[in-house]
């Protein structure tokens, strides 16, 4: 036998397209190729691999062995197949069974011992996996002990992790269910206590902020802050993710998917809501994705979860417009040369922003300095079509210190969340998505207010001089505020409350 087949995965994105390894040994002088689109890491398994067979007591053929990477037109990255490189090798030189390699996929970066070490996207070529039926049933996944553990959370496929080489070349070799050095079937690690979410009764005051952090849980609303330095805006983004709906079981394999292709899956926080609040100084790249090898950024790291941009003003004007179209869609593409890939992006933004330079614009403790003028550059630093896309701004004003001192604990993130919570649930069983995610023709049908709810939508329109996105978002967020009073349709009560949030932050 001088050519082996193994199987393996690449990846593109969130897919995990299959890879064919193919090895070849030909008489000749000793030589090692690798074709196929491979990058710089994979071009250096050569070394890898040779020390690794060699390490292990294996033979490595003196003879011209050439590695093909199906499809060629796949760029190939990292060092996910020194593994499968190993085993077609030694298929093809006669030290294994090849025939045992068909009911496997693999993937695995060798040391020069033969230790496995952990791949980047192990959840998300499990997925892939699970979704893709081989001819003689579904294949298992054999990969290092330190990956298994989060593709081991796709339990429709069998996952078997691997120390090393040699327990992997001795599970091929095993006859039956009870042979000796057959590998089980990896289960996943118990999660253990979730880790807990910051409470929202350390927040005094600020109840109109409260509030409007409560309607955007219920509907999965985007938000914005605006207030003086120190009165509790990052605090109250930072709670956000604690009186959120609990994840789906879709929605939490999805987002850990998504974090196993940066490498930043952790197994105990499984279904826990994300919090990314990238600084000021993040490039587009930084929070739309990108490189050579396309990764996730901040906003589809953030996929459902929460994004958190503090000081919205301080960012590059060009990073923040690259989120308009992420809102609006949930996906987010990045576009290269030799290669397009899709990341989910349906993340729950949140912002905050001081009322002008200083930071004390209209507060009576403290004097203002800046020219109108100034402030009209600081406000512009965020686009009118960015700005149309937040549904919710509120204003969170500062507290005198007698009011901190008599102020009490307000309701626990416990309280808050089960209302969220039924709010949620009922707009799912209505219409099967977050009101948030309503579409034009699912606003006009379910989001229709009462008669003299619709004058004052109109007037509040005609006077304000909305756009056809900015009407919808105020339906949208009625909508919530009906669901949150058990409402069938949206009232006048909600319908000003929802307005009042598209006009609570002064524009000059």
Known sequence: M?????????????????????????????????????????????????????????????????????????????????????????AASGQIDARALDRYEFAGELSLTGELRPVRGALAMAYAVSRSAAPAGQRGFILPRQSADEAARVGEVPIFAAHDLLQVVAHLAADGDDAAGRLDRHRPAGIGEPPAYPDLADVRGQQAARRALEIAAAGGHSLLMVGPPGTGKSMLAMRLPGILPPMSAWEALESAAVLSLAGQFEPQRWATRVFRAPHHTASSAALVGGGSVPRPGEISLAHCGVLFLDELPEFDRRVLEVLREPLETGRVTISRAARQVDFPARFQLVAAMNPCPCGYLGQPARTCRCSPALVGRYRERISGPLLDRIDLRVEVPSLSDRELLDATAGESSAQVARRVLRANERAWRRQGCANAMLTGADVDRLCRPQAAARQLLLAASSRLGWSARAFHRVLRVARSIADLDDADEPTAAHIAEAVQYRRSMRDG
């Open 2 to 90: 001088t050519l082996a087949v193994v199987r393996s995965r690449g990846l593109a994105g969130m897919i995990a397209p299959p890879v064919t390894v193919e090895v070849h040994l030909a008489n000749g002088l000793p030589s090692f190729t690798l074709v196929g689109l491979p990058d710089t890491e994979v071009k250096e398994a050569r070394e890898r691999v040779r020390a690794a067979l060699q390490n292990c007591r294996f033979e490595f053929p003196s003879r011209r062995i050439t590695v093909n990477l199906a499809p060629a037109e796949l760029p190939k990255e990292s060092g996910r197949f020194d593994l499968p490189i190993a085993l077609g090798i030694l």
